[in-house]
């Protein structure tokens, strides 16, 4: 099975003011929430999540922020190389190029298997966002046999279902951004609603995929549960 993370992406410290119970933290773990930011993208930063297909634990996933690069190399702000480690072929491995816009997290590129950099602005999840708002995400293609323009191959639908929603987690609830894809991923074969839920200051805390016919009334198909959290230094 093929799992979308945009995630194609997905972004802890906790405060009283958005997580009920707050956790015990290691040291290096205890930098507090911005939130002004929807992902806090700092290296050393990371985020640990279980798989669980149809209610068994079947994988792992660990969203570890890696590197950082100058402002104007990628884009206008600094940018974040952020690796997606799975542990099997369900859940391969991701590097992706994020930066936090004025206007959210955005996704400007990835890494492919040659480590050659592709990018184009083409995901975002907008923060601040109102309710009901609807956005987009792109994916780009060229031809590389002629180093051909980019073009648009695909795209995705999303809506912003919820902006205070109690999110769930063993380290606790956090009140998350949840955003929904409205349109079928084109690697997801099972019809599923995937809601995409970002703590504000704290980052990417859960993701859900429903039966899109019966939607959040039964248990999801599949889910990732956020499990550990790591926020060295809020984001720049």
């Excluded at 590097?95 to 990835?110: A, H, Y």
């Excluded at 109690?166 to 409205?182: C, D, I, K, N, P």
């Amino acid at each position: 099975m093929a799992v979308s993370l945009v995630l194609t992406g997905v972004p802890l410290g906790c405060d009283s003011s958005a997580i009920d119970e707050e956790p015990d933290r290691p040291p290096v773990c205890t930098a507090g929430p911005d939130h002004g930011s929807l992902w806090p993208l700092s290296v050393g930063n990371y985020w640990s999540f279980e798989y669980y297909w149809r209610g068994a634990l079947t994988d792992t996933l660990r969203v570890v922020v890696e590197e950082e690069y100058a402002a104007g190399r990628f884009a206008r702000g600094i940018t974040f190389l952020v690796h997606r480690y799975g542990l099997s072929e369900a859940l391969p491995a991701k590097k992706e190029l994020w930066t936090n816009s004025e206007r959210g997290p955005t996704q400007v590129g990835f890494i492919s298997r040659g480590d050659t950099v592709d990018y184009l602005p083409h995901f975002r999840f907008p923060y601040p966002a109102r309710r009901w708002e609807e956005f987009y995400s792109y994916n780009f293609t060229r031809d590389l046999r002629t180093d051909g323009p980019w073009e648009v191959a695909d795209s995705s639908r999303y809506v912003v279902v919820a902006t205070d929603e109690q999110t769930a987690t063993v380290l606790g609830r956090f009140r998350s951004h949840v955003y929904r894809h409205l349109d079928r991923p084109l690697d997801d074969a099972f019809g599923d609603s995937v809601y995409v839920s970002y703590a504000p200051g704290h980052g990417l805390v859960g993701i859900s995929a429903y039966n899109e016919r019966q939607g959040r009334t039964r248990d999801p198909n599949w889910q990732f549960k956020l499990v550990d959290i790591c926020i060295k230094k809020r984001a720049p």
